[in-house]
């Protein structure tokens, strides 16, 4: 995102179901960053990457995911600039 900019900002934009045991995630996010979408049953995690879009991004993007049977998923949004150490 660009700091000098106040309409570039990461943010997950929408949430809804999508289908039996599917949701679809909305996001806005940096052109220049790697995006990872994780996912969680729990907060504390462990988190999983469930989608990866490398640079460069649309500042708009959707994904559907699977969500296999669990009762309760939490969803982030990661970035990571080129270079960086992912975790």
């Known amino acids: 995102t660009d700091p000098t900019d106040a309409t570039h900002y990461l943010r ?9 045991d599917q949701a679809r995630l909305d996001w806005q996010g940096g052109g220049t ?4 979408i994780q996912c969680a049953h729990d907060p ?3 988190w999983f990457d469930v989608a990866t879009n490398a640079p460069p991004t649309d500042r708009a ?27």
Not at 33 to 36: D, G, L, N
Not at 64 to 74: D, G, M, N, P, S
């Open 12 to 20: 997950m934009t929408g949430f809804g179901g999508s289908g039996k």
């Open 33 to 36: 960053v790697t995006q990872f």
């Open 44 to 46: 504390a995690g462990p």
């Open 61 to 87: 993007n959707a994904i559907t995911v699977e969500l296999h049977q669990a009762a309760t998923w939490f969803f982030r949004l990661k970035t990571v600039r080129d270079g960086s150490d992912r975790e």
